[in-house]
Structure formats: structure tokens, C-alpha cells
């Protein structure tokens, strides 16, 4: 910059024609104060000497008549005046500036920027590179050989030894009938109607009359599978003779003869069985349990005249009665215009003691 403007004064003053610079007087300079942080510049000796071998080297012209002196222009350096940019810094305090006209020649000195420090920017945390922890079988094992494990020795299968069913033995003595029940052995010197489970009593076998089946002997139908009597007038039972037998028929004969009677007339003759019968006139239960706990269902009962008798102590306790009177016919029904009789039975009579105490009619 120095140089430039110098450069620019002696071109000024060579391309004015003036006598060279010694016959100038320079003009007297008054010292300016100079703001602070200015420093004045020395002069250059250097343009000096330019000048004068420049003025040393220009002919001297004597021969036209003398030129008046003309006083060169002052000439002000164009050169603004430069104000140091404010810079804060915490740690230096700001120093207040003024601006002030600097003398021609003075070039403000410029204050030191002070160097602003880069913002300290974190270096990236290193990514951490995972490694599998070892340690690693090769890749291509040594084949070593494996112990041989025994095999266990084989174990023999038993098959089930299948078991013959057991089958309850009765009581010394007894034998089970064809409805579980307890009969005694038949004795091989009388005669019973059923001597096995497999045996059917009838009115019909020998020794029987038709129409009168007899059961009077002692545990003499017991073994019996089932007991029918056809056309029936009368069905006699004695002491036990029945007993636990759960499939008796009794399908008595027409009503205007009578139809039929059923006579459990000893001991637990008719103890736990069960009768289906049908035109039936009278049933009488007269020893002592003879129909206790039995299940009777009489059809079509003679009427008038149908008569249970339960004379015997407890002999009718746990029985079930159930009387069915039929309708008309399938396809038939009761003509509305006839007159309504009242059916009537002759009695349900229960002189024993205890003869009907949980007993069941329907």
C-alpha cells in the first residue's frame, strides 16, 4: 500500500512540469495527535532518491524566459479511513475507538484481529466392532472316535395272561338264580318246577293242570327264568316259591268267567318279583312278606270285584300296585250320548301290620 501511493506522488509531480523538487520548499507540517492505536509512518527515502536522480537526469532548459513558480495542489490520499471491525471476546474487554482526520502521508495502522478460536467439535465416538467370543471350533474337526454305548440287552414282552371271569359264589348250600337271587340247592329227592336258572315254570308241564300253574313247595319256582299261566284261573304260591323272580305272565281268562287269581299265600312267597298280568280278580298277599317289595301292573281288571288283600305282616310294605283300565279300542272312542257308569273295585284291604306302610297305588 506504501509503495502504491508513493508511486502515485512522483508520477503526479513529474507529469506536472515543474522545476524538480529542490526548488520546492516543502511546507512546514504541523505534528497532529494522533488517535490511539495510530503510529505515524516514517518517510521513505528511497521515493526520495528516485526523484532526485529522476530530476538529476531532466536537461536543464535556461533559454525560455522564467516561469513563474506554481505551487503543486496538496493532494489528500484518497484512502478512507479504516475502522477495525468491533470484536467481542470474553476474555478481552472492548476498547472504545475514535475516529480522527489523520494528517496527509499517515496511514492508520490496523489493530490485530485477534484470532477467534474454532468451536471445539467432539471427535466421534469410535463404533465399538463386535467380535464373537471365542473360542471357535475349526472349521474342518478331527475326526475322533466316538465311545460305543452299549445297547441294553433286549427285554422280553409279557403277554397278559388273560384272567377267566370271576363269577360270585354264592353261600354254602345256595345257588344263584336267573335274577341273582339266593335259592338253595334243589334236593335230588323232590320234585321242583325249575331245578336250573335255565328252566321255565307253565301250566302246561307235566304236573301241572291247564289254567292252574302251583308253585306251593318250598323255593319250588325259584330257580325259574319265568312263569306263565295261560288262561288262567289260579296261580298258587308257597313259602318262597317265587321269590325274586321278575318275570311272571299271568293272563287270566274272560272276565264273565272270572277271570284270574293270584295267591301269595306263605312266607316271602312273592318276595321281590315281578307280575305283568291281565284280567285279573283278586290278589291276595297273605303270609307274612310274601309280596314285600314286588312290582304288580294289572290290565284290565275285572270289574266289579278286583280285590288286593295285604293280610300278612308287612306283606304288601314296598309294594308297587299299578292298575291300568283301557279305552276303546285304537280307532274307536267313547260314545257321548251313553250314559257314564262308575267304575268300582271291591276293596284294597291292608289288615296286617305294617302291611302297607310304603306301599304305591296308581
Do not use: W
Amino acid at each position: 500500500m506504501k509503495k502504491i501511493l508513493i508511486g502515485l506522488f512522483a508520477a503526479c509531480y513529474l507529469s506536472s512540469g515543474q522545476a524538480p523538487p529542490m526548488a520546492v520548499k516543502p511546507a512546514a507540517t504541523t505534528a497532529v495527535p494522533l488517535p490511539p492505536g495510530v503510529i505515524p509512518i516514517p518517510p521513505d527515502t528511497t521515493a526520495a532518491a528516485a526523484q532526485t536522480t529522476a530530476a538529476v537526469q531532466t536537461p536543464l532548459v535556461t533559454d525560455p524566459p522564467a516561469v513563474p513558480v506554481v505551487t503543486a495542489p496538496k493532494v489528500t490520499d484518497p484512502a478512507p479511513v479504516v475502522t477495525a471491525p468491533k470484536v467481542t471476546d470474553p476474555a478481552i474487554p472492548a476498547t472504545p475507538q475514535t475516529t480522527a482526520a489523520l494528517p496527509p502521508g499517515v496511514v492508520p495502522l490496523i489493530p490485530a484481529i485477534p484470532a477467534i478460536p474454532a468451536p471445539a467439535i467432539p471427535a466421534p465416538a469410535p463404533v465399538p466392532n463386535p467380535k464373537p467370543a471365542g473360542p471357535f471350533p475349526p472349521v474342518n474337526p478331527p475326526v475322533i472316535g466316538r465311545p460305543v454305548i452299549p445297547s441294553p440287552p433286549p427285554v422280553a414282552v409279557l403277554e397278559p395272561i388273560p384272567l377267566a371271569p370271576t363269577t360270585p359264589k354264592a353261600p354254602e348250600g345256595y345257588v344263584y338264580g336267573a335274577f341273582d337271587q339266593f335259592c338253595p340247592v334243589p334236593d335230588p329227592n323232590r320234585d321242583y318246577v325249575c331245578r336250573s336258572p335255565n328252566d321255565m315254570g307253565s301250566d302246561l308241564l307235566p304236573g301241572q293242570s291247564p289254567g292252574f300253574l302251583k308253585c306251593e313247595r318250598s323255593y319250588d319256582c325259584c330257580l325259574c327264568s319265568s312263569l306263565l299261566c295261560q288262561d288262567c284261573n289260579t296261580l298258587s304260591i308257597g313259602p318262597s316259591g317265587a321269590y325274586g323272580v321278575k318275570d311272571i305272565v299271568v293272563n287270566g281268562r274272560e272276565a264273565k268267567l272270572g277271570g284270574a287269581q293270584i295267591k301269595c299265600q306263605s312266607m316271602e312267597s312273592c318276595l321281590h318279583s315281578v307280575m305283568n298280568t291281565q284280567t285279573v280278580r283278586e290278589i291276595e298277599c297273605l303270609g307274612d312278606m310274601s309280596c314285600m317289595g314286588s312290582t304288580v301292573r294289572v290290565f284290565d281288571p275285572v270289574l266289579p270285584g278286583f280285590k288286593l288283600d295285604c293280610s300278612g305282616t308287612a306283606s304288601c310294605d314296598g309294594m308297587t300296585l299299578e292298575v291300568v283300565i283301557p279305552g276303546p279300542p285304537p280307532g274307536y272312542v267313547c260314545n257321548p250320548e251313553a250314559g257314564q257308569d262308575t267304575l268300582r273295585i271291591s276293596g284294597l284291604e291292608c289288615s296286617g301290620q305294617e302291611s302297607a306302610a310304603t306301599r304305591k297305588s296308581t
